[in-house]
């Protein structure tokens, strides 16, 4: 199975770079109406959105015996993990909303963001050109009042790359690109295609976002006593054409990656980054959004 159709793919996915990296606007609007879409989805749901977010602080006495486990560095321990509230609450409303929308696949890929799907329309076709398909990924990170930075931590799993396809039995192979920070730098090994070839010949380039769930604390006499939803942030990474290619916006603003969390010792295929909201903004203000409660 894992060859039976690289022939085909090598020829339509090399015949889509060529299109994109000529075309990086039709890239650009399919993120920017991907970025619409969200929008509106957060607002259409954001009363039921608000309402089961902040269950899960309700649904206290059910869990104050066996509560997540602190993540991160050097907690104190008066606020908990909530990665996995804005995970089950946006996750299955967004991928309800895609599928109401917009004709639907679940496909499977071994690893990649916390929910993905490629969604096809008439509109899609109408910015593509070449295919009326998107694979969208979007990764949903929480934050609270002490992690809510202007950033967002990625793996390579999460972000594509400039998708090099030489030849059909070496496969696709994005060159690395560099986390640059300050003082210090590290290469970023980002391991998703800016384009897909499925099967039956669908042609779905790839978009990334990043919804981060922002969550406040009550405090009741010193005591953390519920985390409630206070905004919630929604940011698109540029497709890896993009990046590195045509606009290039890498070559523009190298600090758009920055080092990540961990450190040298860990594997580099692992290694993570942190993407800039602020350079974000500046390659396009409709890049970063935030709706406040």
Partial sequence: MFNDYAKIQ???????????????????????FVMA?????????????VRDY??????????????????GRSPIG????????????FGNKLSRYFASNFRIKDTGLPSGADDRCIISSERIGQILGITDSVWVFIDIKSAGPRDNFN?????????????????????????PISAKGERTSHPFLCSLSPIYVL???????LVTFVIKPVYKMIYDNGRNVGQPLESIKIACIPNGLLLTKNPDYLSH?????????????????????????????????????????
Avoid at 15 to 27: D, F, G, I, M, R
Avoid at 44 to 49: F, S, V
Avoid at 199 to 205: F, L
Avoid at 265 to 273: E, G, I
């Fill in 10 to 32: 090598f020829s339509y996915y090399n015949k889509a770079v060529l299109y994109y990296t000529q075309h990086p606007e039709s890239l650009i609007n399919i993120e920017k």
């Fill in 37 to 49: 879409e969200i929008l509106h989805f957060a607002n259409l749901y954001l009363p039921e959105i």
């Fill in 54 to 71: 902040n269950e899960a602080s309700y649904l206290y006495p059910f869990w104050k015996n066996y509560p997540p486990l602190d993540r």
């Fill in 78 to 89: 008066d606020q908990y993990p909530w990665i996995e509230v804005g995970e089950q609450v």
């Fill in 151 to 175: 950033h967002a931590v990625m793996s390579p799993y999460q972000i594509s790359g400039s998708g090099e396809w030489k030849s059909i039995n070496h496969g696709m192979e994005n060159i």
């Fill in 199 to 205: 099967s039956d010949k669908t042609i779905a380039p």
């Fill in 253 to 293: 603003s190298p600090h758009l990656f920055f080092p990540g969390k961990d450190d040298k010792s860990k594997d580099p295929r692992k290694v993570r980054a942190r993407v800039s909201f602020d350079i974000l903004k500046k390659i396009g203000v409709w890049r970063v959004k935030e709706i406040k409660m």
